[in-house]
């Protein structure tokens, strides 16, 4: 990605992150940016196209992020409870990579398009199923029956979203950590 192109990118994420992507107008971007309008649209061909790249952007800083928490220990349980413990850190802004904690950025623009059939609330799904594959990579090394290993990673994803929400919507900054002794007795229970 060229110099200017990310300066768009970055500006435009930051803008959407702590504002909304709807209430964010192009020139707002280019103002913040300091880049020509021919230059935007020499890059991008509408507001949507940038919107995308935005969300490819921090999906790339998200899910390598969530996987370094996962990588940081060999056990399952203990590589679990390091990506709770990380969210910790996030919500409570010790993230440099994250910036400051505003939710989730992929379900607060998810919530901005209301049509199933968006590209952009497409793009947010396919984020989430991302790093809900990256967990049950991570649970396969317990070698469960496939109905009990779903439904350690569907419970590992609703505890990882619900802290999120909660974090943010009920500014509860220690719901990841709330979660750990629930994640870690579920791990027990099935090994």
């Given at each position: 990605m060229n110099e200017k192109k990310l300066l768009l990118v970055k500006t435009a994420l930051r803008l959407f992150y702590s504002a909304g992507v709807n209430s964010v107008g192009i020139n707002e971007v280019l103002k913040e940016s300091g880049v020509a309008k021919k230059t935007l649209y020499n890059h991008f061909a509408s507001k949507e196209e940038l919107v995308m790249?935005?969300?490819?952007?921090?999906?790339?800083?998200?899910?390598?992020?969530?996987?370094?928490?996962?990588?940081?220990?060999?056990?399952v349980k203990q590589s679990v409870i390091a990506l709770f413990s990380g969210l910790d850190d996030w919500f409570n802004d010790r993230v440099t990579e994250l910036d400051e904690f505003k939710g989730c950025f992929f379900i607060n623009t998810a919530a901005e398009f209301s049509d199933p059939a968006s590209p952009v609330r497409a793009y947010c799904l396919q984020h989430k199923e991302k790093l809900r594959e990256l967990i049950r990579l991570k649970v396969r090394a317990l070698t469960l029956e496939p109905a009990k290993e779903m439904l350690l990673v569907d419970t590992i994803c609703l505890l990882k979203e619900g802290a999120i929400v909660s974090a943010f919507v009920v500014g509860d900054k220690e719901a990841a950590s709330k979660c750990i002794p629930t994640v870690?007795?579920?791990?027990?229970?099935e090994c």
């Open positions: 790249a935005t969300l490819q952007y921090r999906d790339d800083i998200f899910y390598h992020w969530v996987k370094s928490c996962l990588d940081s220990d060999v056990s870690s007795t579920l791990i027990d229970l």
